[in-house]
């Protein structure tokens, strides 16, 4: 089962065998860059 969100509970991260956490060191959108069709979505 593969679980997608943010703030997962103590009791869930207890359960899971695999957490990745993904944080934005750079991105267009900090420079105003709309999302763009094809990339973001």
Same mark, same amino acid.
């Given at each position: 089962?593969?679980?997608?969100g943010?703030?997962?509970s ?5 359960? #899971?065998?695999?957490?990745? &956490? ?7 959108y900090?420079?105003?860059?709309? #999302?763009?069709?094809?990339? &973001?979505?």
């Open positions: 089962m593969i679980l997608t943010r703030n997962p103590k009791a869930l991260c207890s359960q #899971a065998d695999y957490i990745t &956490e993904m944080k934005m060191h750079k991105h267009p900090t420079k105003g860059v709309s #999302a763009r069709e094809g990339i &973001e979505y």
